[in-house]
């Protein structure tokens, strides 16, 4: 094999490499993301609601507040959080 070819298959599986560890990096660090605390704050006017999905509910449009047994359904979603107005 010629000394060029072999820098050749050298450099290609270094960047192989570099490129695979970069991946891994980038998946590990958008999974921790995704672990983020939720936090809800109460303010005289708004419900602040802080996280990966966080949102700003003004009190005047909160009609009513009830403990449900199940869960709502969920109609269409986009990347995780729901796109329809709360109720």
Do not use: C, W
């Not at 000394?3 to 298959?9: E, L, Q």
């Not at 599986?13 to 936090?39: C, H, P, R, Y």
């Not at 005047?60 to 709360?86: F, H, M, Q, W």
């Amino acid at each position: 094999m010629k000394k060029i070819d072999r820098m050749n298959v050298i450099a290609v599986f270094v960047l192989g490499i570099v490129a695979l560890i970069g991946a891994i990096a980038l998946m590990i660090s958008q999974s921790n993301k995704t672990k983020e605390d939720v936090e809800v704050k109460l303010t005289d006017s708004k419900v602040l609601i802080e996280g990966q999905f966080g949102t700003i509910i003004d009190t005047k449009d909160i009609s009513e507040i009830k403990l449900l047994d199940t869960l709502p359904s969920i109609g269409t979603r986009v990347n995780g959080a729901e796109s329809g107005a709360y109720k």
